[in-house]
């Protein structure tokens, strides 16, 4: 199968490790082992294969996310919970809307199956929030999947909950599957902490999580669908082929995070919250940008004012600071860049970006 390049994760692989201020990163300072209440069991834990669609105390454990019971299978990250659903579900030909910006994997794959891709681009001047006409119009019952983010990487926004259940209203009409994924739910700044989940609202609504952002272990390498039963099973059927089983340690550890998630919420919220206002304030003396402040997640677009391609901008600005920024061109959104406003070392790093935009 012929791909794409996956220009966020190209741009990491090049830039990420050698910067001085990773303003690059979605995630939250991940946990150490020690800092999860497990027990003397994990040396006892057999190193076999384990459960294969994840162990039943993980799959319970996921499930307390959920309002209504919902087939779960574990995966390796969201990144193949997501590859899954696409290698599942769809067929050379379908039709699929993709709302972006968004993780490259939602149209890249469907294009690469052969699939007809439909764009829809959020906009700044609707706070990255989808246009439900446009929408409407967009979706046909010729779609087959429509493909969502939320809380939103890069731009920040949460769908609030009236819109989400609208869009549900427009693919059931037209008797669509809604991806969404979810791998920064639990993280909203506004409100409860968790959105709905699509799978608790709709019929068709495929759920895509995992440990790496709203639970702070990305090196767990765990995620997960959870779906209704028929379709869960179609995904057990692919996964046979390039899954397996997670690691048993990864399993164990990810089951006892997430029995004892509120601490890690706890602390979250309090590297979130420090992050926006470190972030709000540069942006009151940093007139050369504009930004939409978040309502969840741990990124943020700012639309910089200097007549620059966003990769010749980050690249001069690593160069000269230290300080890592995505271009937005690895996200279709050219003109933009993305900032982890949780990220180590905000406020210096802040201070650098200031002094370069301004000379
Ligand atoms: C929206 C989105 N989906 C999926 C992923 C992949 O996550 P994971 O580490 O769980 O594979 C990312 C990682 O940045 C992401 O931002």
């Given amino acids: 199968m012929r791909i794409a390049e996956f220009k966020i994760e190209e741009w990491m692989n090049k830039y990420e490790a050698s910067a001085l201020y990773d303003l690059t990163t979605t ?39 959920y309002e209504r019971d ?19 579900l769809l067929e050379k030909g379908d039709e699929v809307v ?37 929408l409407e119009k967009i979706i046909t019952p010729d779609t087959k999947l429509l493909c969502l983010n939320n809380p939103n990487n890069p731009t920040g926004a949460v769908i609030p909950e009236r819109m989400f ?38 019929e068709k609504g495929i759920s895509v999580g995992s440990m790496s952002k709203t639970y702070s272990l990305p090196g767990l390498r765990v995620g997960w ?7 869960v099973n179609e995904i057990n059927h692919q996964r046979q082929y390039n899954t397996i089983s997670v690691s048993a340690p990864d399993d164990y550890f990810s089951a006892v995070a997430l029995e004892n998630k509120d601490f890690i919420h706890e602390r979250n919220f309090k590297i979130m919250n ?21 309502k969840g997640g741990t990124t943020v677009l700012l639309k910089y004012n200097l007549d620059l391609p966003s990769r010749d901008f980050c690249k001069k600005l690593q ?13 279709e959104m050219e003109g933009y860049v993305r900032l ?20």
């Fill in 70 to 88: 919902h087939s779960i299978t574990v995966t390796h990250g969201a990144i193949g919970a997501n590859q899954l659903v696409f290698l599942s």
């Fill in 225 to 231: 669908v959870a779906a209704r039963a028929d379709l």
């Fill in 27 to 65: 995630c939250i300072s991940p946990l150490c082992i020690n800092d999860l209440p497990f027990s003397k069991e994990i040396f006892d834990l057999k190193l076999g294969y384990g459960d294969i669609t994840g162990s039943e105390r993980l799959k319970a454990a996921i499930q307390t996310l």
């Fill in 340 to 359: 982890g406003f949780c990220a180590e070392n905000l406020e210096p790093a802040l201070e650098k970006l200031g002094y370069f935009l301004k000379r």
């Fill in 98 to 134: 993709s709302v972006v910006p968004t993780y490259q994997q939602h149209y890249s794959i469907p294009g690469a199956l052969g699939c007809r891709v439909k764009l829809y681009f959020l906009k700044e001047e609707n706070f990255w929030l989808p246009d439900l006409e446009e």
């Fill in 319 to 331: 160069a000269e600071t230290g300080v890592a920024l995505l271009p937005g061109e690895t996200l």
């Fill in 274 to 294: 420090e992050g926006v206002n470190i972030l709000n304030n540069w942006l009151k003396n940093t007139p050369e940008v504009r930004c939409i402040l978040p």
């Fill in 165 to 202: 259940e609208k869009i549900v209203e427009i693919a059931r009409k037209n008797n669509v599957w809604i991806l969404s994924d979810e791998v920064y739910r639990g993280l909203n700044l506004i409100g409860k902490p968790y959105s709905k989940s699509i799978a608790d609202i709709y």
